[in-house]
């Protein structure tokens, strides 16, 4: 199986580079073309792309996919490349994509990533805070990790974010579309005091 998987991951990563290619002989804008390397992909092969972009200095960016949720092995793997990328062309600008786990990312030294957990959490009736996600919707008070489920220090906890975001529990409780428009702001606020560092990964709980 092992032997299967990794000839489908190179098959992709061939394919990858040949589009990249492609693009980089035809199109008017190849500067801003950026490849994608796989978690999985032949990591000569990385070592090969790197290799053309050390050759090609006019580009600038670089992506990083296949860490999205659900790979146990995607921290591992980002940290890894992005490390050994940076190294190598410190002016590359490392684009993650899926990935917004946002106790891992101040521990990988990328420079972008994107995700539709605002969206979808929102959507579910969750919304996102320091310490995880918390259900909010009058449709899931059934939950164990609704709001009004919650110990009572939780919920002030919850409260207090709400508040210092400019939004209330009934608007998140009853409106899809404030959960939402409050994610991206708490996602927001996040990005705004991110920092890198190169230590160990501290969790916060909220119970």
């Known amino acids: 199986v092992e032997d299967v998987l990794y000839n489908l ?43 053309y972009y ?10 990083i996919g296949g860490i999205a949720k659900g790979h146990k092995d995607g921290f591992n793997f980002a940290r890894y490349i992005c490390d050994k990328i940076k190294k190598e062309i410190p002016y590359i600008k490392i684009h993650l994509f899926g ?3 946002l106790k891992e990312l101040p521990y ?14 929102g959507a579910s009736g969750q919304i996102a805070t320091r310490f995880g996600l918390v259900s909010v919707s009058n449709g899931s008070r059934h939950k164990s990790d609704n709001f009004y489920n919650l110990p009572k220090n939780a919920q ?25 428009i409050y994610n991206i702001r708490h996602f927001k606020n996040w990005s705004d005091n991110y920092k890198y560092t190169n230590l160990g990964i501290k969790k916060n709980t909220l119970l």
Not at 156 to 179: C, H, I, W
């Open 9 to 51: 991951l190179t098959q992709t990563f061939n394919e990858g580079w040949k589009n990249f290619l492609y693009i980089q002989n035809h199109s008017k804008y190849a500067d801003k073309c950026c490849f994608v390397f796989h978690r999985g992909e032949p990591e000569d092969g990385l070592d090969m792309v790197l290799k």
């Open 54 to 63: 050390k050759e090609h200095p006019q580009l600038k960016f670089f992506g």
């Open 99 to 101: 990935y917004t786990r």
């Open 108 to 121: 990988i030294k990328c420079d972008s990533t994107d995700s539709t957990t605002w969206i979808m959490v």
């Open 156 to 180: 002030e906890v919850v409260l207090q974010e709400l508040a210092d975001n400019g939004f209330t529990l009934e608007q998140v409780s009853n409106d899809y579309k404030y959960r939402m």
